[in-house]
C-alpha cells in the first residue's frame, strides 16, 4: 500500500497505529471526512484499480442495514454490515465497480459501531442473520483489517444471531485456531474454473477455494456455497456440473449450510458504467442482454434454463430446504 488517508478524528485510534505499522513506508494523508478522497465525481476505477490507496475512516449513521428481500439463507429477519468498501480481487461481474467512482478501500476502524448496531437489532428482532461481504470480501484483507478475529469471538457470545463471512480467500487462519460456531456460516462464492479464470480477475482459483471449503468443513464450520451470478459460459451445463460433483465429491453434503444461486442483475446506469470501464470483456459479450424490471440481465429464457439447470444439478446433493435461488 503506497499512500493511506487517515480521517483526523481517529489518526490516534489504536488501530490505525497498528496498520501504519504493517505499511511503515507508506505517505500519510490526513482528511477529514473518507468522503472527500472516496466520492469525487473525476475519478476512473479502472486505473485507480491498479494502486488503489487506503482510507481510514470512523463510521457514522446507521450502521447495519436491511438486505434487499430475497437476501436470505433461511431466516426471516436479514441484515447487512459492512467494514469495507471495495476489494482486493477485480471480479468483472461484481457490482461494487459499477457503484463506487474510486478504488480505493475504505477501512471503518470502529468496530464498536457494528457492535452496536448489531446489538440493537437482536433486541428488535428474534434470531436475525447478519451479512458481513455485501460490499467487500468478509477476509481477504484479514491480516490487515483483524475483522472475523474481532467478530467471530463476538458472535460466539450471541449465538441467537447468525453472521455470514462470504469470502474467495484463503485468509482463514482466524478460524482454523478459533473452535467452529453453528451460527457462524463460512460462505464461499464458488465458478467453475474456465469462466473463473476469465472473470474473476486475481481471486483466488477454485482449486484453492476448493480446498480450504474442504478443510473448513472437516473442522465442524457450517459452509455456505454461493453461485452468484449464474453466468451462461459456452457449454455452462458441463461446467456447472462437473464444478457441482467436484464439490461434493471432496465435502460432505451434511456440512453445507445452504447454497445460493442467481442470475447477474445491475440496474441499468451502473451496468452501463461497468461495459464503460470494460467494453470488450467477454462476460458482457457472451449474451445479449435486456433491461426488464428496471434491470439489465440475461434474456428471461435464459436466466430459467441457467437457474432451472443448476437446481437440477443441486438437488441431487442437498434437499430442497437448503437451496436459496436468488432469483427476485
Not at 447478519?130 to 457470545?157: I, K, N, Q, R
Not at 444471531?161 to 460456531?181: C, F, G, M, Y
Not at 453466468?231 to 462437473?242: C, G, M, S
Request: negative net charge.
Amino acid at each position: 500500500m503506497d499512500t493511506i488517508y487517515v480521517e483526523k478524528a481517529i489518526r490516534d485510534h489504536e488501530s490505525v497505529a497498528a496498520i501504519r505499522t504493517k505499511y511503515p513506508k507508506a505517505r500519510e494523508i490526513s482528511c477529514d471526512r473518507y468522503g472527500e478522497v472516496f466520492n469525487p465525481a473525476a475519478q476512473n476505477f479502472r486505473i485507480q484499480k491498479k494502486r488503489p490507496a487506503l482510507i481510514l475512516a470512523e463510521k457514522h449513521g446507521r450502521a447495519v442495514l436491511p438486505t434487499p428481500p430475497d437476501y436470505t439463507i433461511g431466516r426471516t429477519d436479514n441484515f447487512y454490515f459492512s467494514h469495507m468498501l471495495n476489494c482486493l480481487y477485480d471480479c468483472r461481474y461484481c457490482f461494487l465497480q459499477g457503484m463506487y467512482r474510486s478504488a480505493n478501500y475504505v477501512h471503518f476502524i470502529n468496530f464498536e459501531a457494528f457492535e452496536r448496531g448489531i446489538d440493537e437489532v437482536r433486541a428488535e428482532t428474534e434470531a436475525p442473520c447478519f451479512f458481513s461481504g455485501y460490499d467487500c470480501d468478509s477476509l481477504v484483507m484479514e491480516p490487515l483489517t483483524g475483522f472475523a478475529e474481532h467478530f467471530v469471538p463476538f458472535f460466539a457470545e450471541r449465538p441467537d444471531a447468525w453472521l455470514e463471512l462470504r469470502t474467495k480467500s484463503i485468509q482463514t487462519r482466524v478460524l482454523e485456531n478459533h473452535d467452529p460456531l453453528p451460527n457462524v456460516i463460512v460462505a464461499y462464492t464458488i465458478t467453475p474454473d474456465t469462466i473463473a479464470r476469465e472473470v474473476e480477475h486475481s481471486a483466488t482459483l477454485f482449486k484453492h477455494r476448493l480446498n480450504r471449503v474442504r478443510s473448513l468443513s472437516q473442522q465442524g464450520w457450517p459452509i455456505g456455497l454461493r453461485l452468484d451470478p449464474l453466468i451462461p459460459w459456452p457449454n455452462f451445463r458441463t461446467l456447472y456440473r462437473e464444478m457441482i460433483d467436484e464439490i461434493f465429491a471432496a465435502v460432505d453434503a451434511e456440512a453445507v449450510h445452504s447454497v445460493t444461486l442467481g442470475p447477474m442483475r445491475f440496474p441499468k446506469a451502473m451496468y452501463e458504467r461497468i461495459v464503460k470501464l470494460y467494453p470488450d470483456d467477454p462476460l458482457f459479450a457472451l449474451r445479449e442482454t435486456e433491461l426488464r424490471n428496471g434491470q439489465m440481465t440475461y434474456p428471461e429464457e435464459i436466466e430459467c434454463d441457467l437457474v432451472d439447470t443448476v437446481m437440477d444439478q443441486l438437488r441431487e446433493h442437498l434437499p430442497e430446504s437448503r437451496l436459496f435461488p436468488q432469483t427476485g
